[in-house]
Structures are given as structure tokens and as C-alpha cells.
């Protein structure tokens, strides 16, 4: 029995509109610096990669051989870890919101420019900047936010050219930055510089809020900043301890 061409093309049309729709993963990717990375680390660590997990999908296992720096919080660094990278978290989470919403979504990736090519071959070693994410897994702070063994000296000397200093605080101004939640500007006088080395009069930082890390005008803080490749970063937590 011949079927009629329009009743076919519409058998045709049915089928399309009625099978399953699967979530459409797509990215835009932003390229960001070293520094930008180190100051988005929680964990940064010299490791060699193990191989792909055996449990976790996407998940890749590395062995800590040296801790260069370390701010997580929720959990502590360990001989043994796995690592995911933002584009599997991402693409996780693309498909969970498609099958409990019907809506697709677009998520924004960093990738290191430069970064080495992650995991890279068994065996091998590499530098790691890494984010706390959950209790089994830690995720790259961007993707191919990894580099070679060969360039453990300079990110050494990124993370621990620190300064510390007691200043006196002179001046705490509003100034709005396009991006940022750290509209205000704290201005110190040097008083005393305790460690490394720093040739101005004056320390300026931003912050959230003043009033939330106990800084007001006249009060004498200790000053803990980290070097980065464009300046000092610090941390306002350290004002509550």
C-alpha cells in the first residue's frame, strides 16, 4: 500500500516534535590571567596525575606532592584527590536544569590562558590551581588551569611574595567598581612594614563592607596582602581574628 506523501511528511513532523528533546550544552568562555587564577585558588598544589577515577564520572585522581598554597576551608588538602573541571560541573548542571525545567542554559567557562593541557598523561606532574566543591571532588579554578613542573618557581614566588604591615587607617571612601561587590576603598598610612618590602607611605585595599570587618577611621591594623602579578590581594577576614 503506497502512503500518500503529505501523510507521510506528517507522520514525519510528529515524530520530530515528539521525541525527546536532550539538553543543548554550549559555553562562552572567558580567557583569564595567572594572577586572576591564583587569587581565585582556594588550593594550589604541585601533583601527579594517578589516572581517571574508577567512581566518579569526568573525575581524574592525582597524588599531592607539594602544597604551595592552601585556603580552603570545608575540607583539608589530602595525599589523594580527585578533580573535576568547571566544563563537567557545568555540563552536570545544564543537564539538571533541563530535565526539571525544559530550559536550556549557556554557562560562562574561564580557561587560563596559557594553561597546560589537563589531566595530561599518567604519571606526570603538574601544577593545580583548584576550588573547594564538594566533599569527594575539587574542581579546576578554571579550565586547563594547570601548569607544567617546569613553572613551580615562578608560582612559588607569586604566592608567597607576601606583605605585612601595621597601618593606621587615614580615609575609608565609596568607590564603585564596574563588576565588583567591593565598592569601598580603605586608605592606610604605613607604619611599619614586618615583612617584605614596600617603598610607598600609604597602602590602599578594597572591601565589601567596612562596618562587617570592623574598620573605621584611626584604627591601627595589621595587614596581611598577598602579591599577585598585578598588585596585593587582600583578604578582609583577617581583621576578625
Known amino acids: 500500500m503506497k502512503v500518500p506523501r503529505l501523510t507521510l511528511l506528517l507522520i514525519l513532523s510528529l515524530t520530530v516534535i515528539l521525541a525527546p528533546r536532550t539538553a543543548h550544552v554550549s559555553h562562552v568562555t572567558k580567557k583569564i590571567s595567572l594572577s586572576d587564577v591564583v587569587d581565585k585558588s582556594h588550593w594550589i598544589c604541585f601533583a601527579e596525575y594517578l589516572g581517571p577515577d574508577k567512581e566518579i564520572s569526568a573525575g581524574h585522581r592525582f597524588r599531592t606532592l607539594e602544597i604551595l598554597l592552601n585556603k580552603m576551608k570545608s575540607r583539608k588538602p589530602t595525599d589523594e584527590f580527585v578533580v573535576v573541571t ?13 530535565k526539571t525545567t525544559g530550559v536550556h542554559r ?47 618557581e615562578s608560582v612559588v614566588e607569586l604566592v608567597s611574595a607576601d606583605l605585612v604591615f601595621t597601618g593606621k587607617v587615614v580615609s575609608i571612601e565609596i568607590a564603585p567598581l ?5 565598592n569601598f576603598v580603605v586608605k592606610t598610612r604605613v607604619l611599619k612594614v ?8 600609604h597602602f590602599s585595599f578594597r572591601i565589601h563592607s567596612p562596618s562587617k570587618w570592623q574598620i573605621e577611621v584611626g584604627k591601627v591594623l595589621e595587614v596581611k596582602a598577598q602579591r599577585t602579578r598585578d598588585g596585593y590581594l587582600v583578604d578582609p577576614i583577617q581583621f576578625l581574628r
Open 86 to 98: 568547571p566544563r563537567a560541573v557545568a555540563n552536570a548542571t545544564v543537564q539538571r536544569v533541563h
Open 106 to 152: 549557556t554557562p560562562l567557562l574561564c580557561r587560563l590562558t596559557g594553561g597546560a593541557e589537563f589531566p595530561g598523561k599518567t604519571g606526570e606532574k603538574l601544577i593545580l590551581f583548584l576550588k573547594e566543591h564538594d566533599e569527594k571532588v575539587v574542581v579546576l579554578t578554571a579550565e586547563n588551569a594547570a601548569l607544567p613542573a617546569s613553572e613551580r
Open 178 to 182: 564596574k563588576g565588583s561587590r567591593h
Open 194 to 201: 614586618l615583612k617584605g618590602s614596600f617603598e610607598g607611605t
